[in-house]
C-alpha cells in the first residue's frame, strides 16, 4: 500500500535509486535469505507443532494403520491415496522414513525439496536479467514458495508433489546438455510416471527440436508405468479408469479444491458424456494454444517461461489439479508483460497475490463473483498459458520499458540507511488494476486483523472504564448527554446514523479516485499516509481491545445504529459475527474522515473545497459520539494514527513539495525517443523541465511540460 515501488530495470531513476551498488547488494541478500531462512523454519515448525491428527494429513495414507505401508492389497483401498501405482512403488522408501521419524524427515525432506527449486528457479532466469536480480532472485523464489499455497498445502498434507516439478527443472536447466544427451528426457520421463500431466512437455521438447529427448521422455514414462502394471496390475487398472477416465481418487472431482477444466465444469452443473465431451474440446484448444506459445517462448531464449506455461496447461488439462499440484502457475511469473514501465509489476503481483491469498480476499462475496472466485487458480493457469501477451525478447519494450515521466521530488531521508534507497517516492499514475487489487486486498487483510483482535470482554470494559475514568478528569465525559439529546431530536438521529453507516468507505475511496485521475503526483502520498495510519490503528486494535459506550452495561448508552443489544450475552447481535466490536481505539471512523480533510484542505484549489472537506471530520465526530459509537478518547487516538501516518510519510518520502519535471526522453530507447522529446518552446532557460505533473489532464508517459512549478 505504501510507497516501495521500484522501477523497472532500464529506468536510469531505479539504477540511481537503488544506491551505491555492491554495499547494497551485499545487504539486500543478506536481509533476503534471512527472510527465506525465517519463512523455512516457521513452515517446519508450524507443520510439526500441530497435533498428531492435524499434521501430514495425507502422509497418513502410507503410515496410517491402514496406510500403504501397512496393507498388503490394493493402493487404493483405502480411498485415500491419489498417486500414480509407480509412486507406490518408488515412493515407499520415503514413507517409511517418515514412519520411523514420526513426519519429521518428511517435512524436512519437503523443505529441502522446496530450496532446490527456488535455487533451480532462479539459476534458469535468461541472461538478460541484470545482476541486481540474479544475486537477489533465489531468496526471492525460496520466500515467494514457502509462501504460496501449494507448498504450504504440500506442507501440511505430506504431498511430494514438489518432486515432478523439480524433476522438470532439472531436466530442462541442470542435465540439459547436448540435444542429443537422453539425461533430461529421463528426468521428465519419471516426473510423468509420477504425474501424468508432466507428459505434455514432451510435445515442447520435439517443437523445440529436442526430439531425442522427447522420446525419451515417453519411453521412460512407458517404461515406468510397465513396472507399475506388472507389479500392480489391478491397481494401474483402477487407476486408469478411476482417475484418467474423470471420475477421481480422493476427493470428490467437483470440489472447489481441484483447479482443472474439469473440476470447474463439474461445478458449473454439467455432467455425464456432454460435460465429457466439452471438456476434451476445451482440453484439446488450451494444449494446442499453450504449447504453442511455449514453444515459441522458448526458441525466443526464455526457457523458465516456457516450462511454466507448459505447466499451467498441465494445470488445466488434467483431470483433478489439487491445489499442491499448483505450483507452476508461479513459475509464470518470471514473464515480462506491458509496453509502459507503470504496467510492468501488474503479472507478477497478481500472480503471487493469487499464489498465496485465498479467493475470499481478493473478490468481494457477491454471487455473481463466486465463479471467477471459486476458479481464480485455474484463470489464472488459462490466462498464463493462453492468454497473457508476455513480450519476446526481440521486443525493444523487454529490456527497456517506455520509461513514466516524473516530477522530481525532494530527495528522501535516511538515505544513509543500506535498505532506504528501496523506498523511493514516486510521482506517476500507476497501474489502475494493481490499485485495485491493493485496495481490494488491503481491506481484506484490515478486516481479517481487525476480527482476530478481540482481546476479550473483560479486557474491553476494564479499559473502557480507564477512558471513562481520563475523560471525566479531563471534563470532556460528554458522550451520555449527546447521546441522549440526538435521541430527543429524531431528526439528528436519523440525520447521524445514516452519516456513520454511510460516508465512512465512500469519501476516502472517492477521493483517491480523484487524485488518482487529477492529481497523480500526490496519489502516492495521500494512500501512503492513510496506510500507515490504517496500520498503526490495527495495532491499536490489538494492544488494547475497548469496548464503546453502547455495550458498557449499566451506563444507559442508547445504540441508535444497530439497535438494542442484549449486554447479559456474550454474542451482542449480529454485528458480533462480522466484525470485532472491541476495534474502538482509535476511531478510524473519525481518523479517516481527518484523512480525507487534511488532503482536501492541502490539495483543493478552491476555498469552498477546503471549507466543504473540513466538515466531513467535524460531522463524523459528532456521528461516532451522538451514536455511542466511540468515546471522546477514541476520536483523539484516531487523530494520533493520522498525524502518525503523514509523519512517516514524510521521514521516508519527503516533503510533498516537488522540485519540477526531469526530461525522460533521453532515457527512453530509439524507436520513440523523437517523439517524446518536449517542445523547445516549453522549456525553461536552464533546459528542465517546470511542468506540474499534477494538472487536470496531464497523463504519464506525456511529455509536455505544463507551465508552473508543482508545490
Same mark, same amino acid.
Given at each position: &500500500? ?33 527472510? #527465506? ?15 498428531? *491428527? ?61 530450496? #532446490? ?9 535468461? =541472461? ?21 499455497? +501449494? ?22 536447466? !541442470? ?7 537422453? =539425461? ?16 505434455? @512437455? ?16 515417453? *519411453?521412460?514414462?512407458?517404461?515406468? $508405468?510397465? !513396472? ?59 494444449? @494446442? ?66 499464489? $498465496? ?22 484463470? $489464472? ?15 525493444? @519494450? @523487454? ?55 478481540? *482481546? ?10 480507564? !477512558? ?83 455495550? &458498557? ?31 474502538? &481505539? ?38 461516532? !459520539? ?11 487516538? =484516531? ?23 526531469? +526530461? ?48
Amino acid at each position: &500500500m505504501a510507497n516501495a515501488e521500484q522501477g523497472v530495470r532500464g529506468n536510469t531513476a531505479a539504477g540511481s535509486g537503488f544506491g551505491a551498488a555492491a554495499n547494497g547488494y551485499g545487504v539486500a541478500r543478506a536481509v533476503l535469505w534471512a527472510l #527465506a531462512a525465517g519463512l523455512a523454519v516457521r513452515q517446519a515448525v508450524a507443520v510439526l507443532r500441530l497435533p498428531p *491428527g492435524e499434521r501430514l494429513l495425507d502422509l497418513e495414507t502410507w503410515i496410517g494403520d491402514n496406510g500403504v505401508l501397512h496393507v498388503s492389497g490394493s493402493l487404493y483401498e483405502s480411498g485415500k491415496f491419489t498417486g500414480t501405482p509407480f509412486a507406490g512403488l518408488v515412493l515407499k522408501p520415503l514413507g517409511r522414513a517418515a514412519e520411523q521419524a514420526l513426519g519429521v524427515a518428511w517435512t524436512l525432506g519437503t523443505l529441502l525439496l522446496v530450496v #532446490a527449486l527456488g535455487v533451480v528457479a532462479a539459476r534458469a532466469l535468461p =541472461g538478460t536479467v541484470s545482476r541486481r536480480t540474479r544475486l537477489l532472485a533465489a531468496p526471492v523464489a525460496i520466500s515467494l514458495l514457502m509462501l504460496s499455497l +501449494p507448498v504450504r498445502n504440500s506442507f501440511h498434507l505430506g504431498q511430494t508433489s514438489i518432486i515432478p516439478v523439480l524433476l522438470v527443472l532439472l531436466g530442462f536447466f !541442470v542435465a540439459r546438455g547436448d540435444r542429443g544427451q537422453l =539425461g533430461p528426457g529421463i528426468l521428465i520421463g519419471l516426473g510423468a510416471a509420477l504425474q501424468p500431466a508432466v507428459l505434455l @512437455f514432451a510435445p515442447l521438447l520435439w517443437l523445440t527440436g529436442r526430439r531425442r529427448q522427447a522420446l525419451t521422455t515417453v *519411453g521412460t514414462f512407458a517404461a515406468c $508405468t510397465a !513396472v507399475a502394471w506388472v507389479a500392480m496390475p489391478s491397481d494401474t487398472w483402477t487407476y486408469i479408469t478411476r482417475h484418467l477416465a474423470g471420475a477421481g481418487l480422493g476427493e470428490s472431482p467437483d470440489s472447489l479444491a481441484n483447479q482443472s477444466l474439469h473440476g470447474a465444469l463439474l461445478r458449473a452443473g454439467l455432467e455425464g458424456p456432454l460435460e465429457i465431451a466439452l471438456f476434451v474440446l476445451l482440453a484439446a484448444a488450451v494444449c @494446442f494454444l499453450g504449447l504453442r506459445r511455449a514453444a515459441r517462448y522458448a526458441l525466443d531464449g526464455q526457457l523458465l517461461l516456457a516450462v511454466a506455461i507448459t505447466g499451467c496447461v498441465a494445470v488445466a488439462v488434467s483431470p483433478t489439479a489439487w491445489q499442491h499440484q499448483l505450483v507452476w502457475i508461479l513459475l509464470a511469473l518470471v514473464g515480462r508483460v506491458g509496453k509502459r514501465a507503470s504496467d510492468r509489476p501488474v503479472w507478477p503481483v497478481v500472480v503471487v497475490i493469487v499464489m $498465496t491469498l485465498p479467493g475470499t480476499m481478493m473478490l468481494p462475496n457477491m454471487r455473481l463473483l463466486h465463479p471467477v472466485r471459486d476458479n481464480v487458480l485455474l484463470i $489464472t493457469a488459462l490466462a498464463a498459458a493462453c492468454a497473457v501477451p508476455f513480450l519476446m525478447r526481440t521486443s525493444p @519494450f @523487454f529490456a527497456r520499458p517506455i520509461p513514466t515521466t516524473y516530477a522530481k521530488p525532494v530527495a528522501a531521508r535516511w538515505r544513509h540507511v543500506p535498505l532506504a534507497p528501496f523506498w523511493r517516492r514516486l510521482v506517476s499514475r500507476p497501474n489502475l488494476l494493481l490499485e485495485l487489487l491493493a485496495i481490494r486486498v488491503g481491506y481484506s487483510v484490515y478486516s481479517h486483523i481487525r476480527a482476530a483482535a478481540t *482481546g476479550g470482554r473483560e479486557a474491553a470494559e476494564s479499559h473502557a472504564h480507564q !477512558v471513562i475514568a481520563i475523560e471525566e478528569a479531563l471534563g470532556i465525559d460528554i458522550e451520555r448527554w449527546v447521546n441522549h439529546a440526538v435521541v430527543k431530536a429524531k431528526w439528528a438521529e436519523g440525520f447521524f446514523d445514516f452519516y456513520y453507516t454511510s460516508f465512512h468507505f465512500v469519501v476516502p475511496l472517492v477521493i483517491l479516485a480523484v487524485l488518482y485521475v487529477r492529481r497523480p503526483a500526490d496519489y502516492r502520498w495521500a494512500r501512503a499516509s492513510l496506510a500507515f495510519a490504517t496500520l498503526l490503528a490495527l495495532l491499536g486494535f490489538w494492544l488494547y481491545p475497548l469496548a464503546p459506550p453502547r455495550l &458498557m452495561p449499566g451506563l444507559d448508552y442508547i445504540d441508535t445504529v444497530h439497535g438494542p443489544q442484549d449486554l447479559a450475552n456474550p454474542d451482542y447481535g449480529p454485528m458480533t459475527t462480522i466484525t470485532n466490536q472491541y476495534a474502538a &481505539m482509535p476511531s478510524l471512523h473519525f481518523g479517516w474522515s481527518l484523512w480525507c480533510g487534511i488532503v482536501i484542505v492541502l490539495l483543493a484549489p478552491k476555498l469552498w473545497m477546503k471549507l466543504l472537506g473540513l466538515l466531513h471530520p467535524l460531522f463524523t465526530v459528532c456521528a461516532i !459520539v451522538a451514536t455511542a459509537n466511540h468515546w471522546v478518547l477514541d476520536a483523539a487516538g =484516531g487523530a494520533v494514527v493520522v498525524g502518525v501516518g503523514f509523519t512517516l510519510t514524510y521521514v521516508l518520502s519527503g516533503p510533498r513539495r516537488l522540485q519540477g519535471v526531469a +526530461p525522460a526522453a533521453m532515457s527512453m530507447p530509439w524507436p520513440w525517443r523523437k517523439a517524446a522529446e518536449p517542445e523547445p518552446e516549453a522549456e525553461s532557460p536552464d533546459g528542465k523541465g517546470s511542468g506540474d505533473m499534477t494538472a487536470p489532464g496531464v497523463r504519464d508517459g506525456s511529455t509536455k511540460p505544463a507551465a508552473r512549478q508543482i508545490t
